[in-house]
């Protein structure tokens, strides 16, 4: 969860909280609502599936200057 947390900061979408603890609790969930619904195709459900964890993984890539 800590990757997760991290890949949010990273792309401006940190928890409201702003700790990287490895816990998902309601501040990640609402961080990772905040991602989903910027990305616009991805389901606002604040669960970080396969397609979330993909687009952000990609994000943090490109951020980071490392392009796929």
Request: charged fraction near 25%; glycine fraction near 10%; aromatic fraction near 14%.
């Amino acid at each position: 969860m800590k990757l997760v947390q991290t890949g949010l900061w990273d792309v401006e979408f940190p928890p409201t909280d702003w700790k990287i603890d490895g816990y998902f609790g309601t501040n990640t969930e609402n961080a990772v609502k905040a991602y989903q619904s910027h990305k616009g195709y991805l389901a606002p459900d604040g669960k970080v599936g396969p397609c979330t964890l993909r687009a952000l993984d990609q994000d943090v890539a490109r951020h980071e200057g490392y392009p796929y």
